[in-house]
Structure formats: structure tokens, C-alpha cells
């Protein structure tokens, strides 16, 4: 992560790459034309899951 001596997203960054991963799922599932309302909170739920893994060595000390 490019924000100096850290190496684990900030705040910022962490709702930066939910959104990302949000709208990278809601386009596969789109392009795919299987978009619905399961599929829907299923992208959610995974996008919300890796922003917490990217996260959990902070939790770790």
C-alpha cells in the first residue's frame, strides 16, 4: 500500500477498494445476466469479507 511506512490500507483506502470490488462484481454479474437481488447481496457480502481480510493484521497486535 503506497501510504508511506504502513503497510495496510487506511480507512480511505478500505472504502476505496470496497467500492472497486463492488462495482467489478456488479459488472461481471451484469455482463453475465445473472443480476439479482441474492446475487446482489451475494457481491456485497464478498466485497465487504476481503476488505475485512485485507484489514485483519491491524486487529492481530
Known amino acids: 500500500m503506497p501510504n508511506g ?3 495496510h490500507p487506511t480507512l480511505a483506502e478500505s472504502v476505496v477498494f470496497f467500492l472497486v470490488y463492488l462495482g467489478l462484481g456488479f459488472t461481471v454479474f451484469t455482463i453475465l445476466g445473472n443480476l439479482s437481488a441474492g446475487i446482489w447481496i451475494l457481491i456485497i457480502l ?7 481480510l485485507q484489514n485483519l493484521h491491524k486487529f492481530k497486535k
Open 5 to 7: 511506512h504502513e503497510d
Open 46 to 52: 464478498v466485497s465487504l469479507l476481503i476488505v475485512f
